[in-house]
Nanobody, 116 residues
Framework: QVQLVESGGGLVQPGGSLRLSCAAS????????MGWYRQAPGKQREVVAA???????NYVDSVEGRFTISRDNAKNTVDLQMNSLKPEDTAVYYC??????????WGQGTQVTVSS
């Protein structure tokens, strides 16, 4: 069983930065795809960024060039660096580990609010 714990959310002004971190209870990065998702009020959860086991990254168009996903294998953490934040980035952000359907894990989420 894998446990994922997110941290780093909070309130930030438009144009500001936040760094989210997801700590995994096991060393899983060599076999799981790690992703950051977000869900805004009244909207469906969407994938924001993903990092494959071989280091490839993908981003949703709306965050391309502003967000960066990375991992620290020694610390078992996956981070999401978020720059130039916009009000529309406001959401609960979730970390997910995925290998195949039925073998996936979610964190509890962390709130990010972008507001002046």
């Amino acid at each position: 069983q894998v446990q994922l714990v997110e941290s780093g959310g909070g309130l930030v002004q438009p144009g500001g930065s936040l760094r989210l971190s997801c700590a995994a209870s096991l060393n899983i990065f060599s076999i799981y795809v790690m992703g950051w998702y977000r869900q805004a009020p009244g909207k469906q959860r969407e994938v924001v960024a993903a990092l494959t086991s071989d280091g490839r990254t993908n981003y949703v168009d709306s965050v391309e060039g502003r967000f960066t996903i990375s991992r620290d294998n020694a610390k078992n953490t996956v981070d999401l660096q978020m720059n130039s934040l916009k009000p529309e980035d406001t959401a609960v952000y979730y970390c997910k580990a995925f290998r195949r359907v039925g073998d996936e894990y979610w964190g509890q989420g962390t709130q990010v609010t972008v507001s002046s």
